[in-house]
């Protein structure tokens, strides 16, 4: 455990809490916080603050903090401070409870940020006044906190949750509310409920790294509508995920058409997307909505993980068991197929209507003992990874020791999960609750098992693999590390390339220029050089070699072809020199204004398979890669995979490639020969890398890339450069800085 | 109403029900059913029928049916008779039935075709019996009915539910008890139960029918796991769905794989997507589980429906309705975009903090009056045609009082649909009571509420489509009928066609033939004939035109250029003996046995956007159509649509075209001209007439379609033909019949 989150146990477990605006009065919060204390049985000191009052709810009231006596043996200030006074007036109070030496601010005050620019100042003056005491702050503008084992309720929610595992930290506080009012007729124990508000200062990922070291937390879930810092939060979600479920209902999708794009990987990869990447890639298991957050809580927090993805089913009645397995089917999961001794024995019990395939049907009259039969032979055989077992009350139904059976069975055969579906109402009310007791999820129709149990494997799945992944990355000789880069590239000519740029105010970089980028991280790209005048261009023709192709140069003319300015497949110098004059012509004439740098004479390749690759900036996670089919087709079906370019992998790359439909295109389609995918994958690692090592790369389309039967090779490359980078990170006034070569020096 | 539905309401509403198989052992079915027309409240009269007993519940039993005296005025006979005694009796009860004029049968006993053969031998004959006399029989192996409103409740199901609007008809009866009992729970009300057991005579169409025009009935919903007549159900429930939303829940996705698949549309086309296209052909919704099919049944029972799809929504707190407009966004639907006036007037009224844009935030704290005021003014506005409305349990929320005004704005504003979401616990309970009650579905998380607002505006832009076509649909003087088939095409060549394959044993045509057909059917094909030796090719390329395209004509070789049995680009007669003379070199040596009809002298189109259209047969629905891009990405990328063919409309094909991204390319990409759509649908409805009129036209891939700037042009037509068809419908003894000419001329 890190010191800070160290530290921040003592927040949920403090020795003594003052409630600054502390009230009499039953209509505010201040008055809610302290019964909430008392009723909570925090066994802790409270001291209500509040000028005006003597005693509040039977505990005496001081006039401020200053005034509370040091108590404990060592005489200790107080842990924690919760403030419900006006947005006006916390700030003064932060700076008493910095007199008084406490570590810990709750502010549920609201009048913050979330109302314009005056209460955004405010909040600007808090956080730093509490940095700079060294004062950890919770919101403000929240609910505050509730920790069931210390235990300690310091919000000002209604109601307190039962005992439990699951950790539930929101970015809204009224959701909080809702979840705490619901997870009691929802028979849901948690352990911790964080109310983050503002997130001023403490966020998701200190509560991260808290729950992930915290024993009472089993599970944990998150409500968040943005990540204050994504590559951090990442980070260490991907090694907490790998043994303990981190779930995260993230809300607002922003919309993609807001944002300024120039390629195509802009348009591929909206925000939305790159959360779905940076969860992939640290094992965040992301749901859609609230019942499968919490559906899924349920099934995590007491069952164990399945091993696989062979479900069996045990029903009294056919038509939920067919609806099941098409679920099953629809989210990819598999039917088991029983060993030849559990068909035998359930044979040799169950009555001759019955089925002994899977699913097993024990009928509409089944008794306890025979669900309980069939369970436990489905549970022992090897060939089965989970079991739902489903309900329908029929009239000879004996629900409650049907459930009974069940929890027997789930002592005696706990290494794999078991989930419950009784669908019904009163009828299977009784036996619905003694599953649930038992911590065996019981819901009310198939799908949200199915649901839960694909969570559950999905999960499984993804912690295996991390793990496997965290330890090879630990013995991996080839591992590359930042300070490698001249190793492995030459980056001399990248850099030049920005020059170059830059000293002409150019944020895009010409074709050529991509190609030397590329090239210099060993990306194979179709030899191309510039040439102002057709003497040149048949010059570099020679040298590169027939067939040759001519584009345009400019990076303000977005469709090069619609203005004529590409010319291919052109065989000897002749024609090389009357389509060079031809182009410029053309150009000069349908776009007189455009900035011209001359013309690109391209070595034309023979025709490949054409992909993208491709990479944007997202200002949350940094850099995302994508993949996919290229050419014209690239938006048409969208058929691409994205990663986050920091740390991408061989086995993510492998992965990519699998996702797309590409692939089976790639491993030959129709009779095709397969194309060279190791080539591929080397290519997609060094674009991953290049923008890495220069995140000053703000776009990046590789498109085509041709992929061959026996190498790759890029054609058309489009480069843009971040302006913002350059002026915020690195400022630049003019060129001076560049000009004095540090530019070309600051990154390694 | 037609006559049998008529017939059907005595079954719901009969005037005197005989149990046979009642029992005074309250373990038995017999008496559970006597038991659930006494509670029920049931009007006529019940007469009990055991030979062993005297009195049951009270009632008179009698030795048999017969011994029931006839009752009412005119000396009526029983009307139903509920049977629950061994499979193996069944038939003789019947027989008694009969006898005693009986006209309904029910009955709820197993042992029929669910346990085997000798069940299912059982069955055919109690149900020939009952067709012979006229009987209509429900079952065998059902839980029985129950109607509300009569009331009765003849079924064997624990419980009786309330009164209501719904019909719930279901093949599993286990599904329908679990139904029942949970019914209570959800406050939902039902006007119907039917459970159709083995369907050995009634089915889900005698109660579309029934339903359809039953008073009682809002809403009817279906669970299915197969249909017995789809042509007849989605027939009748184009007209139903039009005044009455249908909502199945299909189980049962059966595997495509399982079939002999032997063109690309038969892969496409699985027989879940035969059940997709037909339901939505015909209006009725399809639901995914069973949570969406009563989510949507509550809302549209008792809302209106959005007359659009913009929606507002009126909260108390942040975060919910962050996640709700992620969710309607998800769905397609719209955030509505508030009047100048409503935003001043919420303005006005609302504080300072709220948000007076959708979602329109009334704030944490927010009294009744305040809902009541936001809510007015959003439903008022013609911006807006659908409000959901979120509460979240703050520390001052009145929840009931909320309810209460929701319920008053509700009165006022009737017009457009309301949903609910309260989320919490026991806080919200209450006023979750007082909406359900009042007919205000109050759903607990809001993606449940956005799913139910998505169906309702779904099914009433269906609704209102299917009418138009209706409407059209009468008065299109263009409108085919199959006697003006000969008007309009050619059918000869397609019958010789169809001989010739016959004659030769073959069920595959040849390509040459199917360029035939397709052009009698007024779709351009390539010109293409048979050579069976060098000379003849030579003269046919000089007649059709260079250049020519020279093809294996085998319908035995899938994949003609796998073993060079296709040359392209052929410019001259001198290529085209030369190349003739090869691909018989070549296909003789790769496959010696391979049957040979010789090589086929196609004209070489130019370049064009290649489409498929295709059908296969579907034993449920009959020929389905499929569209979508063609060539060699079909299958990658499977971007097609899927309509029935009978009966397929302009308005179907325009859909057909626009619901795919070929559509995109069609009207130009990146530059492109647009293609000749109309000239593609023309082609697509021509297709849909053909396997129309041929039902024996088992398969058909015409792939590709060459789209251009002006016409389309069929390149590769497979035709296959259905053996089954040939023999059962029209039994062919040899080529006898056909020799006879008798098959040219049974079709018209």
Redesign the interface.
């Known amino acids: 455990m890190s010191e800070k989150a160290q530290h921040l146990s003592k927040l949920f477990a403090p020795g003594s809490i003052a409630v600054i605006g502390a009230s009499q009065n039953p ?1 505010k ?1 201040g008055y ?1 916080i302290v019964k909430n204390l008392l009723e909570s049985g925090y066994p802790g000191k409270i001291y209500p603050v509040n000028p005006r009052e003597k005693k509040i709810l039977g505990l005496k009231c001081f006039q401020s903090v200053k005034d509370i006596p040091p108590s404990g043996k060592n005489g200790e200030s107080v842990d924690l401070a919760v403030i419900a006074i006006p947005a006006a007036r916390v700030l003064e109070a932060a700076r008493e409870c910095a007199h008084s030496n406490i570590g810990f601010l709750i502010v549920v005050s609201a009048g913050f940020k ?2 314009g620019s005056e209460g955004f100042e405010l909040e600007k003056e808090l956080a730093a006044f509490c940095r700079q005491k060294n004062i950890r702050l919770l919101g403000p503008n929240c609910v505050g906190l509730i920790h069931t084992h210390t235990p300690v309720n310091a919000s ?4 307190f949750p039962q005992k439990g595992h699951i950790s539930f930290i ?6 909080l ?3 705490i ?6 028979g849901l124990g948690f352990s911790h409920f964080v109310s983050m508000g503002n997130k001023a200062d403490l966020h998701e990922t200190d509560f991260l790294e808290y729950a992930g070291g915290d024993p009472s937390t089993k599970v944990i879930l998150y ?1 968040l ?1 943005d990540i204050v810092d994504g590559q951090k939060f990442l980070e260490k979600a991907r090694f907490i995920s790998a043994v303990k479920p981190i779930i995260v ?1 993230k ?3 922003s919309p993609a058409g807001a944002r300024a794009v120039t390629s195509h990987t802009g348009a591929l990869a909206g925000s939305d997307d790159a959360y779905n990447a940076a969860f992939r890639q640290s094992g965040v298991l992301r749901v ?4 499968e957050l919490f559906d899924m809580a349920f099934a995590f927090v007491n069952q164990p993980l399945p091993k696989g993805n062979r479900i069996a089913i045990v029903t ?5 068991a ?2 099941t ?3 099953l ?1 629809k989210a990819g999961l598999q039917m088991a197929r029983f060993s030849p001794e559990t068909s035998k024995e359930l044979r040799s019990y169950l009555p001759p ?1 019955a089925s002994i395939y899977n699913p097993v049907d024990v009928l ?1 009259d089944a008794t306890a003992e025979r669900y309980k039969f069939a369970l436990e032979k489905v549970l022992q055989d090897s060939e089965v990874d989970g079991v739902i077992t489903l309900l ?5 139904t004996d629900t409650t020791h049907i459930a009974r059976a069940v929890l027997e069975v789930r002592k005696q055969y706990h290494q794999k999960p078991l989930l419950g579906v009784f ?6 009310q009784e036996g619905q609750a003694l599953l649930k007791e038992a911590g065996i999820p019981c819901y ?5 098992a199915v649901a839960a149990m694909d969570g559950m494997i999905k999960y499984y799945k993804n912690a295996t693999e991390i793990r496997q992944k965290i330890a090879l990355q630990k013995s991996d000789p080839r591992k590359w590390e930042p300070d490698k880069t001249e190793e492995l590239y030459d980056t001399a000519p990248v850099k030049a390339a920005f020059y170059d740029a830059l000293r002409e105010r150019r944020l895009v970089l010409l074709g050529h220029e991509g190609a030397r980028v590329l090239s210099a991280f060993n990306i194979p790209a179709a030899p191309s050089r510039l040439a102002r005048e057709p003497r040149e261009a048949t010059r570099i023709a020679e040298e590169i070699g027939f067939p040759i192709v001519l584009k345009i140069a400019s990076p303000k003319i977005l ?1 090069k ?2 203005i004529g300015g590409v010319v291919t497949g052109l065989a000897n110098t002749s024609e090389v020199e009357k389509h060079f004059k031809e182009i410029m012509l053309r150009a000069q004439r349908v776009t007189p204004d455009a900035s011209f740098y001359g013309i690109e004479v391209q070595k034309m390749m023979p025709p490949g398979m054409e992909v993208i690759i491709g990479s944007s900036y997202d200002v949350q996670f940094g850099h995302l890669l994508v993949f996919g089919l290229g050419g ?1 087709y690239v938006n ?2 969208e ?1 691409v995979s994205l990663r986050l370019a920091q740390n991408l992998e061989e086995a993510d790359i492998e992965e990519m490639i699998r996702e797309t ?1 590409a692939y ?2 790639l491993r030959g ?3 095709s020969s397969p194309l060279d995918v190791p080539s591929l994958k080397e290519a997609i690692l060094n674009a991953a890398r290049l923008v890495t090592i220069f995140p000053e790369i703000r776009e990046m389309d590789i498109n085509p890339l041709l992929v061959y039967e026996k190498g790759v090779c890029a054609v058309d490359v489009k480069i843009t450069l971040s302006h913002i980078f350059m002026n915020d990170t690195h400022p630049i006034s003019e060129h001076e800085e560049l000009l004095a070569g540090q530019f070309a020096e600051r990154r390694i």
């Open positions: 209509g919060v809610a979330e109302v000002f929610a209604r109601g929101s970015q809204s506080g009224a959701m509310v809702s979840i009012d619901w997870s009691e007729i929802a409500y509508e209902l809300a607002g999708a859609d909505n609230m019942e009294n009645s056919g038509g939920p067919i609806l397995t098409d679920q089917e209507e509409g329908c009350p029929t009239a000879t669908m019904g109402g009163k009828e299977i009310l129709f198939p799908e949200r469709h072809s619609d014209i048409l079906f058929d439909k089976h295109l389609f129709r009779g």
